[in-house]
């Protein structure tokens, strides 16, 4: 049988499963995509940044006009419940993955959202890719209502599949202005003539990109949010990727060009690493 530290547990509305849970084929989630959702991880089993996650919730609802079930003290209630049934604690992390759909209305109706959470195994990425740094490819593309974490991700799921049938890590996308956006499912940074670049618009606006930025002007890094055209992140001295679980994560070849895993890159992620205990809930 296979150790609960192992399995996915599962919370639908409050109520927990262990393992494989279900929802109507009538969820809007399903038949449209009609959803939005948070993904972050935990340390030492306890969530962390959940604050900035719960406040992004908030405006995704907002922006897709989806009335959300719980409060913040409601939401928090039923993961923390998850997680004591998962026995989350050190050495047995989870990744949630914390969605809210529009519910089973026919049509384009509202019938009352639906909650779910799910708390996977999460052991980290590899190494290697903080160690050497990942590979990256620029790929055409870019997503609808980019600045809302929405269920749908297709135009980054197709991206994704393209960058790994290029023999890549993770896409970069660039839109039709030639500006690079994020990565398939991360946020996207670049040292570019020893300021710090990275794309403000057109883009999922990450809650780890969001505390990277306080942290590199903590530290007295020069930073510019702003367009950041193909061109003149071909000529970046270092690159780096961030998201809830990758963290800050080096690059380390763009298009099959050579980058360096530079001083910028190596100062923020031991930063960002020493201030994860002061943002756990």
């Known amino acids: 049988m296979t150790e609960p530290s192992q399995r996915t547990f599962v919370s639908i509305d409050g109520s927990i ?6 929802v109507p084929v009538t969820d809007r989630a399903f038949l449209y995509g009609d959803s939005i959702f948070e993904a972050f991880r935990t340390y030492g089993g306890r969530p962390h940044a959940l604050d900035r996650h719960l406040a992004r919730l908030r405006r995704s609802a907002a922006s ?13 209630a039923e993961l923390d419940a998850l997680l004591a049934a998962a026995n989350a604690r050190e050495g047995h992390e989870r990744r949630i993955r914390l ?3 529009r519910g089973d209305a026919p049509g384009l109706a509202d019938d009352g959202a639906r909650r779910v959470i799910l708390a996977a195994p999460f052991a980290g990425h590899p190494a290697e890719l903080y160690e050497r740094g990942a590979t990256v490819v620029c790929v055409a593309g870019g997503r609808s209502n980019a600045a809302t974490k929405a269920g ?31 990565g398939g499912t991360s946020n996207v ?14 883009m999922l606006p990450g809650v780890t990109r969001g505390l990277v930025l306080e942290l590199a002007r903590e530290l007295g890094i020069d930073v510019r949010e702003g367009p950041l055209p193909a ?4 000529r970046a001295s270092e690159i780096f990727l961030t998201s ?18 530079g001083p910028i890159t190596k100062r923020l992620a031991t930063r960002y690493r020493e201030t994860v205990p002061s943002r756990l809930a």
């Open 231 to 234: 061109e003149e992140l071909a």
């Open 189 to 202: 940074f670049a040292v570019v003539d020893g300021v710090l670049r990275t794309p403000d618009a057109d």
């Open 64 to 76: 897709l006009q989806i009335v959300l079930p719980l409060d913040e003290a409601g939401f928090r």
């Open 244 to 261: 809830s679980t990758r963290e800050v994560m080096p690059v380390r070849e763009l298009d099959g060009k050579a980058v360096s895993l």
């Open 99 to 101: 969605i809210v759909t």
């Open 17 to 22: 499963v262990d393992g494989m849970g279900f």
């Open 152 to 182: 749908s991700y297709l135009p980054s799921i197709l991206a994704t599949r393209e960058a790994k049938a290029r023999g890549a890590y993770e896409p970069l996308l660039v839109d039709d202005r030639g500006h690079v956006t994020e």
